[in-house]
């Protein structure tokens, strides 16, 4: 049985696959997309930016307007001048589950997790498209650790359509949690890590071991909390409350400091929330360690105090995402873009990665 792939990891892609390509991540709020150019310095960002969409766009990650997607999809041709095309798959159209099987060849292992998919996704094999990654800390003599990214295949052939219609060729499908982890994390990194994703209306968590994704979960508020909170301070409107946020709430200064005690409850919220998810997978039998540390990625992840709140009350070292790690040493290059605009370009950077 053939399939669509999610990672390019699995075959050695054809000269043209090499070619220069946009990643890019499609969500209810805009696109945002970004491309990236190889050289003796690493891997540096060339072109990026967002474009926002009416309310009504995508709905409970449903594209329900393709007209505005094709057409935004085709403003970053232009931009970009590339033709091909990496793609971010919604974290909510996505299933993780983790396997032991005995040690096969990569041809084996992809046949026998067929079988596998409609024991734990609610999927056929047929309904499917898939990859897997193995944990390298958990090998051993009596098999592999494997860990399947799922999605529906409908889903995928609709981004192909609206990707094909834009003038765009994917080479590429990546589960959101996965860039993410690819941005932030060392490849050789062999911690046990929580990464706290701060997105607009949630916070995705991901268990990452040895690189890789074996768990993720949602928290049910997130950066627009923090704005509607801000809104309500000031009594402003939202939009006039991002630019306070902006402004003011990711350095030292007095109002920054003065609101620290305004948004404690959001702060212990997400620390509870943070609790559970670690404590569930430290007591995880096919866990080998302890969670070591926390990330937090997103621009509100530099909310001054957030990052110190976390580390005191969950006794763990807690740092703010680099999401170049993998691209270039921050002290020989500097990219222009800010750190805080940085922190909402884990996803397409990690897509750049693979």
Same mark, same amino acid.
């Given at each position: 049985?053939?399939? &669509?792939?999610?990672?390019? =990891?699995l075959? +050695?892609?054809?000269k043209?696959?090499?070619?220069p390509?946009v990643?890019?991540?499609?969500?209810?709020? /805009?696109?945002?997309?970004?491309?990236?150019?190889?050289?003796?310095k690493g891997?540096?960002?060339?072109?990026h /930016?967002?474009?926002?969409?009416?309310?009504g766009? +995508?709905? #409970?990650?449903e594209?329900? &307007?393709?007209?505005?997607? +094709?057409k935004?999809?085709?403003?970053?041709? =232009?931009?970009?001048?590339?033709?091909?095309?990496?793609?971010?798959?919604?974290?909510?159209?996505?299933?993780?589950?983790?396997?032991?099987?005995?040690?096969?060849?990569? &041809?084996? +292992?992809?046949?026998?997790l *067929?079988?596998?998919?409609?024991?734990?996704?609610?999927?056929s094999?047929?309904?499917? !498209?898939?990859?897997?990654?193995?944990?390298?800390?958990?090998?051993?003599a009596?098999?592999?650790?494997?860990?399947?990214? !799922?999605?529906?295949?409908?889903?995928?052939?609709?981004?192909? /359509?609206?990707?094909?219609?834009a /003038?765009?060729t994917p080479?590429?499908?990546?589960?959101?949690?996965?860039?993410?982890?690819?941005?932030?994390?060392?490849?050789?990194?062999?911690?046990?890590?929580?990464?706290?994703?701060?997105?607009?209306?949630?916070?995705?968590?991901?268990?990452v071991?040895?690189? !890789?994704?074996?768990?993720t979960?949602?928290?049910?508020?997130?950066? %627009?909390?923090?704005t509607?909170?801000?809104?309500r301070?000031?009594?402003?409107?939202?939009?006039?409350?991002?630019?306070? &946020?902006?402004?003011?709430l990711?350095?030292d200064?007095?109002l920054?400091?003065?609101?620290?005690?305004?948004?404690?409850?959001?702060?212990?919220?997400?620390? *509870?929330?943070?609790?559970?998810?670690?404590?569930?997978c @430290?007591?995880?039998?096919?866990?080998?360690g302890?969670?070591?540390?926390v990330? #937090?990625?997103?621009?509100?992840?530099?909310i001054?105090?957030? $990052?110190?709140?976390?580390s005191l009350?969950?006794?763990?070292?807690v740092d703010?995402? @680099?999401?170049?790690?993998?691209?270039?040493?921050? $002290?020989?290059?500097?990219?222009?873009? %800010?750190?805080?605009?940085?922190?909402?370009?884990?996803? !397409?950077n990690?897509?750049?990665?693979?």
């Amino acid at each position: 049985m053939s399939h &669509k792939v999610l990672h390019s =990891k699995l075959f +050695i892609p054809p000269k043209f696959l090499e070619m220069p390509s946009v990643s890019i991540e499609i969500e209810p709020r /805009g696109i945002t997309f970004l491309s990236a150019k190889n050289t003796e310095k690493g891997l540096l960002p060339l072109t990026h /930016g967002f474009i926002p969409f009416q309310e009504g766009t +995508i709905t #409970l990650g449903e594209m329900v &307007k393709k007209e505005p997607i +094709i057409k935004a999809l085709i403003d970053i041709r =232009k931009k970009t001048g590339v033709s091909f095309a990496r793609l971010s798959i919604p974290e909510e159209k996505t299933y993780i589950f983790k396997t032991h099987l005995p040690n096969l060849k990569p &041809k084996e +292992i992809h046949d026998i997790l *067929d079988f596998k998919i409609e024991e734990n996704v609610p999927l056929s094999a047929k309904e499917a !498209v898939f990859d897997y990654d193995i944990i390298p800390s958990l090998e051993d003599a009596s098999g592999l650790e494997v860990v399947v990214s !799922v999605a529906a295949l409908t889903m995928v052939e609709e981004l192909e /359509g609206v990707l094909d219609q834009a /003038g765009l060729t994917p080479v590429l499908f990546s589960p959101e949690s996965n860039n993410v982890a690819k941005a932030v994390i060392k490849s050789s990194n062999e911690q046990v890590i929580v990464i706290a994703n701060i997105r607009e209306s949630k916070i995705i968590l991901s268990l990452v071991i040895y690189g !890789v994704v074996c768990q993720t979960s949602s928290i049910n508020f997130g950066s %627009s909390t923090f704005t509607e909170l801000l809104a309500r301070y000031f009594r402003v409107s939202f939009e006039e409350a991002l630019l306070i &946020k902006k402004k003011k709430l990711y350095s030292d200064n007095v109002l920054s400091l003065e609101l620290f005690s305004y948004f404690i409850n959001t702060f212990s919220a997400i620390k *509870d929330e943070v609790f559970k998810f670690i404590s569930y997978c @430290n007591e995880r039998k096919d866990v080998t360690g302890q969670v070591d540390r926390v990330i #937090l990625c997103g621009h509100d992840a530099l909310i001054v105090g957030l $990052d110190k709140y976390l580390s005191l009350n969950l006794n763990m070292r807690v740092d703010v995402a @680099n999401i170049w790690l993998n691209n270039f040493d921050l $002290d020989t290059y500097v990219p222009e873009i %800010s750190k805080v605009d940085s922190l909402d370009l884990a996803v !397409v950077n990690g897509l750049s990665l693979f």
